[in-house]
């Protein structure tokens, strides 16, 4: 079954303002990850952040994990042309690796200039 | 340069064929998958090999026979296609358990069966 789905489905704003997009996941996790994927190219890994952790940054992304409500936020911040782009959740499962890592059903984000 | 490549890139076919896909890394890394993404953009994990042992089979019909012939190769043969199987697939490879965690993505190979 789906593991994790993001919020909104769909999301347009204008160049420069914040762009923030929310993953649920069902079970306990290991770590949460977010990756973008360009139209008709593969998914490119953005940040992982593990249980343990509530805050993460690099760059102009700031991911949180909340493991008490099983989800996690993806905020860009002065969003760019180049980040169109969808952006799925991927949650990796306690008592496994990556081999069970289980992918949100996606976040397409529009950056009007 | 390409880290994870697959090949081809576009695969059109009639239902009935048979038609394989094939993935290699120069990564290093131990774990290789084959993903299915749907035309919703829903991403599912098909298979998973460690060091050429399959590791996870996710309920794909026996239609479907991943090989892996060395670590850094992983390849998908498709029996008998099926229309629902028009999807893009993709290869990804990690590094072992414990490390980052992160997937490495190929650019993906779109199968459309007619």
């Known amino acids: 079954s789906q593991q994790g789905e993001e919020d909104p489905q769909a999301l347009s704003i204008q160049e420069g303002e914040n762009a923030t997009m929310n993953c649920s996941y069902k079970t306990s996790i290991n770590n949460l990850q977010w990756y973008r994927q360009n139209s008709g190219r593969g998914l490119v890994h953005l940040i992982l952040?593990?249980?343990?952790?509530r805050e993460k940054h690099s760059g102009r992304l700031r991911v949180t994990l909340d493991t008490s409500k099983k989800s996690s936020s993806l905020l860009i911040t002065a969003s760019r042309a180049a980040d169109t782009a969808s952006y799925f959740c991927a949650t990796g499962p306690t008592n496994f690796g990556n081999e069970k890592l289980t992918f949100g059903t996606g976040t397409r984000l529009t950056i009007i200039p | 340069d390409t880290a994870v490549s697959q090949t081809p890139k576009y695969l059109v076919t009639q239902m009935g064929n048979d038609k394989s896909i094939k993935c290699e890394q120069n990564l290093g890394h131990d774990t290789m998958y084959w993903y299915k993404q749907d035309s919703k953009k829903f991403l599912k994990i098909m298979f998973s090999?460690?060091?050429?042992?399959?590791?996870i089979n996710e309920t794909v019909p026996n239609r479907f026979s991943p090989k892996s012939p060395d670590k850094a190769h992983l390849n998908l043969h498709i029996n008998s296609l099926e229309l629902g199987d028009s999807a893009v697939y993709f290869c990804?490879?990690?590094?072992?358990?414990?490390?980052?965690?992160?997937?490495?993505f190929g650019e993906g190979s779109r199968l459309t069966v007619l």
């Open positions: 990804a490879s990690s590094p072992p358990t414990g490390g980052t965690g992160e997937l490495f």
């Open positions: 090999y460690n060091n050429k042992e399959l590791i």
């Open positions: 952040i593990r249980s343990n952790e």
